[in-house]
T-cell receptor, first 111, second 115 residues
Framework: EDKVVQSPLSLVVHEGDTVTLNCSYE??????LLWYKQEKKAPTFLFML????IEKKSGRLSSILDKKELFSILNITATQTGDSAVYLC???????????FGTGTRLTVIP | EPEVTQTPSHQVTQMGQEVILRCVPI?????FYWYRQILGQKVEFLVS????????KSEIFDDQFSVERPDGSNFTLKIRSTKLEDSAMYFC?????????????FGQGTRLTVV
């Protein structure tokens, strides 16, 4: 059975801390892995990863994929209260017309 | 910046009533999706739509659900006879293509409450 597992489920940190969010997957016909940030409503796209070992960066956020060990991490450095959100990992499969989301990690950054 | 828009933002309906959730995808996108998220739970795929037909649907998308693209811009989700367990946030999304590397853009969602 295909699955996407994120850990931890919930995380509370202080502003300025660095966090690492994990996503492991077992899916057939893997094509890409995507990270989304969900605040109050809709998920917003962060990164798409298709190749192992190539880090994607956007400001304080970065992400990398390991296709051998079947996981990805999302790093956020120098966290700010605006980073508080649910971070969703999603796996895209070849031949499938939908996105397969994990349960998400709820990050809370306190001042 | 182009965006996916959904209306209404919140709808309360009585059990057994029909509801239609509306979405306007990004204009040059070709693939359209509906997802739902029950409060506190994960985002779940409902259906994808391409070339005026359903290309894939999940087990959740039973005979009570239907989708339509009635004109060149709107994409609707109809729930024929709502149940309490249909209460959720419904997200519409669209993407440019599925043949390569592409991401889906999500609307802000419609919160459906069935009472």
């Amino acid at each position: 059975e295909d699955k996407v597992v994120q850990s931890p489920l919930s995380l509370v940190v202080h502003e300025g801390d660095t966090v690492t969010l994990n996503c492991s997957y077992e899916v057939t016909n893997f094509r890409s892995l995507l990270w989304y940030k969900q605040e109050k409503k809709a998920p917003t796209f962060l990164f798409m990863l298709t190749s192992s070992g190539i880090e994607k960066k956007s400001g304080r956020l970065s992400s990398i994929l390991d296709k051998k060990e079947l996981f990805s991490i999302l790093n956020i450095t120098a966290t700010q209260t605006g980073d508080s959100a649910v971070y969703l990992c999603d796996v895209d499969q070849t031949g499938a017309n939908n996105l397969f989301f994990g349960t998400g990690t709820r990050l809370t950054v306190i001042p | 910046e182009p965006e996916v828009t959904q209306t209404p933002s919140h709808q309360v309906t009585q059990m057994g009533q029909e509801v239609i959730l509306r979405c306007v995808p990004i204009s040059n996108h070709l693939y359209f999706y509906w997802y739902r998220q029950i409060l506190g739970q994960k985002v779940e795929f409902l259906v994808s739509f391409y070339n005026n037909e359903i290309s894939e649907k999940s087990e959740i998308f039973d005979d009570q659900f239907s989708v339509e693209r009635p004109d060149g811009s709107n994409f609707t989700l109809k729930i024929r006879s709502t149940k309490l367990e249909d209460s959720a946030m419904y997200f519409c999304a669209s993407s440019l293509d599925r043949g390569g590397v592409a991401e889906a853009f999500f609307g802000q969602g419609t919160r459906l409450t069935v009472v």
